[in-house]
């Protein structure tokens, strides 16, 4: 099976711009998680969907989205982008089904975003 | 609200020693626990998991981790560290009602050969 697949691996964008992320999850799985890295605030939870819905929101301004497409897929999307967006963007995907579901999430690669 | 914390930011060690990172949970629920590593440069990648059953749990490359429910922990150990071991150790947090992680602050590890 393939592994998690996220696109681009790198990318700088200009303060004020907005960015678009792409994560592939494993097949047959159908939530994905993203969360944002950096060396303050290490690993936070931005979002997850299951199902083309967003299940889950972390805290993070209206700013960041996301959304899921039928085949699974996912982008997340930072609008007017600032200095402190400056991170790695992990997605992670799972065959969590909800309630009282046992399993693990698989990570991508990440895509590290730098901010200038 | 759920919280991780690790007990130990920065831990240097010689090859051979032994290790035992602390990862303390907060959270009313039935969770789901797991020890992630990034190696440098790397992608993470699940060390070990705790679902149920038996506390202790063991994982991949000699790692070990014990769920103590009433002290809500989950600590990881090796008998021995190797340099390839040089790493960074996640402790995470899962409900299972979701497929939300929650992680903890991170534990570098630098082994000296």
């Known amino acids: 099976k393939a592994g998690v697949t996220q696109t681009p691996r790198y990318l700088i964008k200009t303060r004020g711009q907005q960015v678009t992320l792409s994560c592939s999850p494993i097949s047959g799985h159908r939530s994905v998680s993203w969360y944002q890295q950096t060396p303050g605030q290490g690993l936070q939870f931005l979002f997850e969907y299951f199902s083309e819905t967003q299940r889950n929101k972390g805290n993070f301004p209206g700013r960041f989205s996301g959304r899921q497409f039928s085949n699974s897929r996912s982008e997340m999307n930072v609008s007017t982008l600032e200095l402190g967006d400056s991170a790695l963007y992990l997605c992670?995907?799972?065959?969590?089904?909800?309630?009282?579901?046992?399993?693990?999430?698989?990570f991508g690669q990440g895509t590290r975003l730098t901010v200038v | 609200a759920q919280s991780v914390s690790q007990h130990n930011h920065h831990v240097i060690l010689s090859e051979a020693a032994s290790l035992e990172l602390g990862c303390n949970y907060s959270y009313g629920g039935t969770v789901n626990l797991f020890w992630y590593v990034q190696y440098p440069g790397q992608h993470l990648q699940l060390l070990l998991k705790y679902f149920s059953g038996d506390p202790l749990v063991k994982g991949i490359k000699g790692f070990e981790a014990e769920f103590i429910k009433s002290k809500f922990s989950f600590n990881l150990r090796k008998p021995s560290v190797q340099w390839s071991d040089t790493a960074e150790y996640f402790c995470a947090v899962m409900s299972s009602n979701t497929g939300k992680l929650i992680f903890g602050q991170g534990t570098t590890l630098q082994v000296k050969p």
């Open positions: 992670a995907s799972s065959d969590h089904r909800g309630r009282g579901a046992n399993t693990e999430a698989f």
